[in-house]
């Protein structure tokens, strides 16, 4: 069974700080993964994606997140974080074949100003 | 440009009700799914469905159906809900491979049973 795991799950910092979220899955072949966002009270919007090809993907916002294929990780950065950057964020993975994504428990990213 | 619209936002049931959450998406996209979500448990898929006519089983469909017998819309139905059916619920749907493309969500439905 597929699994994704997101160890941290209250992240606080201060505006300008880096920030890298963990995401590590359990699937041994083909994968897609993905980075949702969910802004308070809102519902989880796309961050980035990947299928294949260049392991470092750039999404919205100046986010970006690295696939490293032998530590299963996808995790998620970005350089300097803004007070709007406040928000749950989500890794999910789609094996292939698989119908559905697989979320993680989430993260809970809070930037003080 | 109204992406997928669930409806209601917000309801209170109390226990032993039933209702239904609708699901409408305007993209034609085959996929369509339903996930609750609940602190700390992120979300889980509930039921989703391939194609209009059919349904599957997700990783939680205990107390739950499921009807698509229109492409655009994926009927969620609680037939006796229950306290541990509290949840937020999202719809999502996808384009044709599979889930691949990622998905557009809905704005949720927050269910709390009483």
């Known amino acids: 069974a597929q699994s994704v795991s997101q160890h941290n799950h209250h992240v606080i910092l201060s505006e300008a700080a880096s920030l890298e979220l963990g995401c590590n899955y359990s699937?041994?072949?083909?994968?897609?993964l993905f980075w949702y966002v969910q802004y308070p009270g809102q519902h989880l919007q796309l961050l980035l994606k990947y299928f294949s090809g260049d392991p470092l993907v750039k999404g919205i916002k100046g986010f970006e997140a690295e696939f490293i294929k032998s530590k299963f990780s996808f995790n998620l950065r970005k350089p300097s974080v803004q007070w709007s950057d406040t928000a749950e964020y989500f890794c999910?993975?789609?094996?292939?074949?698989?119908?559905?994504?697989?979320f993680g428990t989430g993260t809970r990213l809070t930037v003080i100003p | 440009n109204a992406g997928v619209t669930q409806t209601p936002k917000f309801r209170v049931l109390k226990t032993g009700q039933s209702m239904t959450l609708l699901c409408a998406q305007d993209?034609?996209?085959?996929?369509m799914y339903w996930y609750r979500q609940d602190p700390g448990m992120g979300l889980r898929l509930i039921h989703y469905?391939?194609?209009?006519?059919?349904?599957a089983k997700g990783e939680v469909p205990d107390g739950y159906n499921v009807s698509r017998l229109k492409k655009q819309n994926f009927l969620l139905g609680l037939e006796s809900a229950a306290p541990s059916q509290t949840s937020v619920y999202f719809c999502a749907s996808s384009y044709l491979d599979r889930a691949s493309n990622g998905y557009t969500f809905g704005s949720g439905t927050r269910l709390t049973v009483v």
């Open positions: 993209m034609n996209h085959e996929y």
């Open positions: 999910a993975v789609n094996s292939l074949g698989a119908n559905n994504l697989f």
């Open positions: 699937y041994g072949g083909t994968v897609n």
């Open positions: 469905s391939v194609g209009e006519g059919t349904t």
